[in-house]
């Protein structure tokens, strides 16, 4: 199992940038693929990015394409996103999602869920 605790979230403006950190518990963070999803109010939560095991893949929505990164770090049991150029669109709750498997993109897909930090973009 791992446990997943994310940071980072807060209001900003449009044009600004956020950095949304997710730390892992365990040993073994490296056999898990990782994903940032976002659900905003009255919506399902969406696919943002992912990212392989050893983090030389990556995918993105092609709403936050050009915009977002995402990365990892196994030596610190770390994946990070990094939210530039926000628009008042990406204002939602942000989840890290990891599992062990190879997930397809869909929520369903991750097994293992972080709490979720806010994210706000104002006009």
């Known amino acids: 199992q791992v446990q997943l605790v994310e940071s980072g979230g807060g209001l900003v403006q449009a044009g600004g940038s956020l950095r949304l950190s997710c730390a892992a518990s365990?040993?073994?963070?490296?056999?898990?693929?990782m994903g940032w999803f976002r659900q905003a109010p009255g919506k399902a939560r969406e696919f943002v990015a992912s990212i392989s095991w050893s983090g030389g893949r990556t995918y993105y929505a092609d709403s936050v394409k050009g915009r977002f990164t995402i990365s990892r770090g196994n030596a610190k049991n770390t994946v990070t996103l990094q939210m530039n150029s926000l628009k008042p669109e990406d204002t939602a709750v942000y989840y890290c999602?990891?599992?062990?498997?190879?997930?397809?993109?869909?929520?369903?897909?991750?097994?293992?869920w972080g709490q979720g930090p806010q994210v706000t973009v104002s006009s």
């Open positions: 999602a990891a599992d062990p498997g190879l997930p397809n993109g869909a929520a369903s897909d991750y097994s293992y």
């Open positions: 365990g040993r073994t963070f490296s056999s898990y693929y």
